[in-house]
């Protein structure tokens, strides 16, 4: 595209130049009215041939590897957002169940990972639990997370704090 | 010409009141750390360093623009010194042509020898000053460019994680298309452009055949055609995609918030408030960024712009006085060699609105 644009201002400057140098050293009367004639022929061909050469499916394939290439650069622009907002829902969903294992007399550090369900969207996944765990504290704690965060006991992981 | 400065200053003006106008919303660390991965204020500022450009990440627009205006105003005494001495040793020339062309009008001796000697002691004082103008306007270009290529990206990410993911990524692809494109049309045609049209223009000085004037006016034509249309298409695409992406980014959120309505209640809860930390976060990131990136911008452009535009000045007046004393062809000469520092000014202000305008785009878009 660039050198078509190039090719034809030059060609169009080019023959316009020539045509007034001509002028310049023809004689007046009736040859310098011809040259005058021919040269505005010329500058004309020379302003019309690029365009009637110009590759129609030149453009259209340009068009479709512009449309590809912004659709694979939105694709790596959905990704890095969705990590980011994956990020956070693991943050808060961590804080959460940290908070919900406070009230219940749990001191636990929690990790949540999340993943796509089936709308797209990115839900509390699994999560792995690390205290010093009593009895019957582990089970309260699944039945919480099953029940608030939809994360099923094959999922969770009850860890002891040194490990 | 005209269209192009207008463009340039309209850009500014939005961008300077979308600035007082963004609300500024406290982020949480998560989505802080999580977006800090997107966007290197460092690694910013050192490619801003590096095209030219000064400005410090995060710091805000009211002191952005102040330090410019410092600098600008530190730099333009030297600038008006340079312009000055260009435009008074052009004005003495033309003056002495205007007097001797109207002694030998008095005379009614013709001497065609007086216009020509014009013509070269004119070519010869500006050759270095249109030389290194050119100069100037092509590096601009090369460092706008090369800032673009570290800032747009992650203008694109921050603006992607606010849920405009399509207009993140129509807005990049556009401004880096048309960046390349003013890059190549620079080197091969725009600036053989105006060569060509100083080469005319001397030409019709020296020789006064109608036709060399006409044939610099066509390409002074060609070379502000181009850049009309380059900045007309670019902000007209990116205002009409960004509208169509806009609304395919907003169906898109609102099919997300469905879903997460139908999420249990608790997973809900969580998934709405880190979309909302995540747009709030995103949209003040999003903000600084386009603080840094104009402030950086426009502190590559300050130098360039002042000097073509004050060598301009120089020119045009030079010309004006002595076209007012002895109206003649040296005289405007003269004018037409300013014209080629304004199309050299278009070409500079043009990249700088390339980018300025894709900056502003973005940020009008969080609202989504």
């Known amino acids: 595209m660039m050198s078509f644009l190039r090719d034809w201002l030059l060609g169009v400057t080019g023959a316009a130049l020539a045509l007034a140098v001509l002028k310049t050293l023809v004689p007046r009367g009736s040859v310098s009215k011809v040259c005058a004639l021919a040269g505005g022929l010329a500058v004309l061909f020379a302003a019309l041939q690029p365009i009637v050469s110009l590759d129609g499916d030149l453009m259209a394939e340009a068009a479709a590897a512009y449309q590809a290439q912004r659709e694979e650069y939105q694709e790596k622009l959905q990704e890095s957002r969705d990590a980011v907002l994956g990020t956070v829902i693991e943050s808060r969903a961590a804080a959460y169940v940290a908070d919900k294992a406070a009230e219940m007399g749990i001191s636990c550090q929690a990790e949540v990972t999340v993943s796509d369900d089936e709308n797209g969207v990115p839900v509390p996944w699994a999560v792995s639990a690390w205290a010093d765990w009593e009895p019957g504290q582990q089970e309260a704690l699944g039945e919480m997370l099953e029940r608030d965060l939809g994360i099923p006991p094959q999922r969770q992981s009850f860890m002891e704090r040194d490990e | ?368």
């Open chain 2, 1 to 368: 010409m005209r269209a192009v400065f207008r463009g340039v200053l309209v850009t500014l003006f939005a961008a300077v009141l979308l600035f007082f106008l963004i609300p500024r919303v406290q982020a949480t660390e998560a989505a802080e750390d999580a977006l800090g991965d997107l966007v290197d204020g460092d690694a910013l500022e050192e490619a801003g360093r590096d095209s030219g450009g000064s400005a410090t990440f995060g710091e805000s627009l009211e002191d952005g623009i102040a330090r410019i205006l410092d600098m600008g105003s530190n730099l333009l005494p030297g600038l008006l010194k340079d312009a000055a001495r260009s435009g008074v040793l052009l004005l003495v020339i033309l003056l002495f042509c205007g007097i001797a062309e109207t002694v030998q009008e008095a005379s009614g001796s013709p001497m065609p020898a007086v216009p020509l000697a014009g013509v070269l002691a004119t070519a010869a004082v500006s050759v270095s000053d249109i030389h290194a103008m050119v100069a100037m306007g092509r590096d601009v270009v090369s460092d706008m460019r090369r800032f673009a290529d570290v800032l747009l990206p992650a203008s694109a990410a921050v603006t992607a994680a606010t849920g405009a993911v399509t207009g993140a990524a129509l807005r990049q692809m556009a401004a880096v298309l048309c960046s390349d494109l003013l890059l190549d049309l620079m080197d091969g045609l725009l600036v053989p452009l105006v060569y060509g049209y100083i080469a005319a223009a001397v030409a019709w000085a020296a020789a006064g055949n109608e036709g060399l004037n006409r044939m610099a006016e066509f390409l002074k034509w060609a070379a502000t055609a181009i850049l009309t249309l380059i900045a007309t298409g670019y902000v007209g695409y990116l205002t009409a995609a960004s509208g169509i992406a806009g609304a395919a980014d907003a169906a898109a959120v609102k099919a997300t918030r469905f879903a997460i309505s139908g999420a249990i209640p608790v997973v809900g809860g969580i998934l709405s408030d880190a979309a909302e930390t995540v747009l709030a976060s995103a949209g003040v990131l999003q903000g600084t960024v386009g603080v840094f990136g104009m402030v950086t911008v426009l502190s590559i452009c300050v130098v360039p712009v002042l000097s073509l535009f004050l060598h301009y000045l120089a020119y045009r007046l030079a010309s004006t006085l002595a076209a007012a004393a002895h109206p003649g062809r040296v005289a405007d000469l003269a004018g037409k060699l300013s014209n080629a520092f304004a199309l050299m000014l278009g070409i500079t202000g043009l990249s700088a609105l390339l980018l300025l305008a894709a900056l502003v785009s973005a940020i009008t878009a969080i609202s989504v």
